[in-house]
């Protein structure tokens, strides 16, 4: 009350006596309204607040903090995310957009940190610090990966050898003459190997498991062709300048529950 006059409150005092029960009732009304959604404003800010102040990984196996997140999170993905990656995050093969649901990453091994990294600054994303370290290269281009001139085209027949390569790497019956040729180009002349590892993939760079059956493209011979032939380099935004920092933390931690029902599994590669 500081800063208010004994005068100021004896004219407060006549105004409300001057005024009719009814007004009197509702005028309190609205102002335990108002106390209440302010009171409700300030724990909801104050719990976001909390959110931010320790690490996702923590909080991602913190079922309170997973409460508290996750239907905000799922909010903001209905909003920002949904449009690419589907309102369940099942993602979208004819146009490249991952499953965010399948525990299958890309990029690190779906700690609520790499999950938070990816969205924070995107992928191939008009950001410093976005994920671009490398694309599919075109392999059936004369030079089929600008960034690293010395990586030969291949023929039409050398991308068949190399895709009967893979499977029979993920248990498919092949012709095993052609996969045997494909596996050389896979470790020596494609260069395949230096960013999908022994097939398996490399998520330090983004690239994609080729022989688990999950496909960000696509898994018909026609759609495996084209990734090969054509390349591929998809983009996801980056939110850092366009969402808070506490939609961020909500949004990765609602992406990190869709993968993770049980909070206290923890993260897995695959
Ligand atoms: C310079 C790194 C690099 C090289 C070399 C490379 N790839 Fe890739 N490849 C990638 C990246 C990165 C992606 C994912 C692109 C994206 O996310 O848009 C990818 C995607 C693919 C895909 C699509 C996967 C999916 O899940 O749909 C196939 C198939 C593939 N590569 C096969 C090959 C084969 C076969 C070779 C060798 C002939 C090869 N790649 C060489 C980096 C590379
Ligand atoms: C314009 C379409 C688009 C929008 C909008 C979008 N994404 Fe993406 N996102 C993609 C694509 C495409 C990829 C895969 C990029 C690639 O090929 O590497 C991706 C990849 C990701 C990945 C990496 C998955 C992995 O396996 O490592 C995460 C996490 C992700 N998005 C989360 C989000 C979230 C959260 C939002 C909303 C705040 C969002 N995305 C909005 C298209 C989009």
Request: charged share 20%; net charge positive; proline share 6%.
């Amino acid at each position: 009350m500081v800063g208010i006059s004994l005068g100021s409150l004896k004219k407060l005092g006549r105004w409300v006596s001057g005024l009719s029960v009814l007004t009197r009732t509702v005028g309190a009304l609205v102002i335990v309204v108002l106390i209440a959604a302010s009171a409700w404003g300030l724990s909801v800010s104050k719990a976001q607040a909390n959110l931010l102040r320790t690490d996702p990984d923590l909080e991602s196996t913190d079922p309170a903090s997973m409460k508290f997140a996750t239907p905000r999170g799922e909010a903001v993905f209905k909003k920002d995310c949904a449009v690419c990656h589907g309102a369940q995050g099942k993602g979208d093969v004819t146009r490249g957009v991952p499953d965010l649901a399948d525990n299958d990453w890309l990029y690190g091994v779906g700690a609520a940190s790499d999950i938070e990294t990816t969205v924070l600054y995107g992928i191939r994303a008009p950001n410093r610090k976005t994920w671009n370290l490398a694309d599919m290269p075109a392999f059936a281009r004369k030079i089929p990966y600008a960034r690293e001139p010395t990586i030969p085209p291949l023929t039409p027949g050398d991308i068949n050898d190399v895709i009967a390569f893979l499977d029979s790497q993920s248990g498919q019956k092949v012709d095993a003459e052609a996969a045997t040729r494909g596996g050389a180009i896979f470790s020596n002349r494609g260069g395949c190997y230096d960013c999908h590892g022994d097939g398996h993939g490399d998520s330090a760079i983004g690239g994609p498991n080729l022989v688990d059956n999950i496909w960000l493209f696509g898994g018909t011979q026609k759609q495996k062709f084209d990734s090969i032939a054509y390349g591929r380099a998809g983009y996801c935004p980056a939110w850092v300048t366009r969402l808070k920092p506490g939609k961020i933390r909500e949004v990765a931690l609602y992406v990190y529950s869709l993968s993770h029902q049980s909070p206290a599994k923890g993260p897995s590669a695959q």
